[in-house]
Structures are given as structure tokens and as C-alpha cells.
């Protein structure tokens, strides 16, 4: 689920990720060869959920579809969170990232 913030960063609508799988709706932009966005998110969100602490990621060019389907490119600043249940069991992963734009990076 995303919040109206992250919705508006990533030029989606809550309505469109809404049971998506994330690099369905995120996938890397094919015009660069040297994307890596969705293999080194892969790689915070499984040492995340096999570690069970916080995994901060450095800046990552992540590309996101605009509503014609075209690519604009973002910069961000991600953090992976595990969420746990009070019997301490990981019940999902928080994906926080905030957005360089220009110098200024705001949380979404």
C-alpha cells in the first residue's frame, strides 16, 4: 500500500499498485543498460526480511513511468524497515525513500 506522498513522487496512484507486484509496477528502465534499480531494491528487501534490522540503502537512480508510460528519472534515498507482529514474527517490509530532487531530498 502506498501513501498519497509516495503515490505523488513515484507518478502512480494508489489505485494502480493496489495488488501489484512492486517491480511489475517499478520495473527497470529499459533505455538504460545500466539500471540496476530493481536488483539492488531486491537485494535491501531480502536482506531486510532475512536479517530483521533496517537496511539503508545509498542513492539509487530508480526511474519511475509517468501516466504516458514514459520514463522520468529519480534519484532516491531508500530505507527498508521490518514490521513485526507482537509475537515478533515479520509480518511485512516498509519501504521508505526520499526523493532527490535537485539538491533537496523530501521524505515520501
Known sequence: ESNAAYAAATLTTPQRTAGEKLFTV???NPATPTADGVSNLFESLHKTAQTGQMHVMGTQRYDVRDANGDFVIRHWHPRNI???DD????????H?????????????
Not at 87 to 94: D, E, K, S, T, V
Not at 98 to 106: A, F, L, M, T
Open 82 to 84: 521490518p514490521i513485526f
Open 96 to 108: 521508505q525513500a526520499q526523493v532527490v530532487e535537485g539538491g533537496d531530498p523530501q521524505q515520501v
Open 26 to 28: 517499478f520495473p527497470d
Open 87 to 94: 509475537a515478533g514474527q515479520l509480518i511485512y517490509l516498509l
